[in-house]
Nanobody, 121 residues
Framework: QVQLVESGGGLVQTGGSLRLSCVAT????????MDWYRQAPGKQRELVAT???????NYADSVEGRFTISRDNAKNTVFLQMRSLSPEDTAVYFC???????????????WGQGTQVTVSS
């Protein structure tokens, strides 16, 4: 089945950096866009960054210039490099994709379990 497993979260001070990773299995990773979302306490889940199969990227205004999304198709992994972190970046970060596990399956939105990022002031 499709699995997305995030890692790399933790506690960091304001101004610090973290690199999140998400390993994907169960589908043809290289042909689908990959997303990072985040959800802060009491807030809706929001799209942070997207990387397409052609390596084009898009970012939320709040992270533009500070976060970088990238992918390694050979390792079925997507990354989120986060710099200049602030307490407003504190959230659970989720890896996600809208994909199908094979040509006979329907498209679905898949989610990882999330990784906590906490930025202290």
């Amino acid at each position: 089945q499709v699995q997305l497993v995030e890692s790399g979260g933790g506690l960091v001070q304001t101004g610090g950096s973290l690199r999140l990773s998400c390993v994907a299995t169960g589908f043809t990773f290289g042909i689908y866009d990959m997303d990072w979302y985040r959800q802060a306490p009491g807030k809706q889940r929001e799209l942070v960054a997207t990387i397409s199969r052609s390596l084009s990227t898009n970012y939320a205004d709040s992270v533009e210039g500070r976060f970088t999304i990238s992918r390694d198709n050979a390792k079925n992994t997507v990354f989120l490099q986060m710099r200049s972190l602030s307490p407003e970046d504190t959230a659970v970060y989720f890896c996600s994709t809208y994909a199908r596990k094979n040509v006979l399956a329907k498209y679905e939105r898949y989610w990882g379990q999330g990784t906590q990022v906490t930025v202290s002031s």
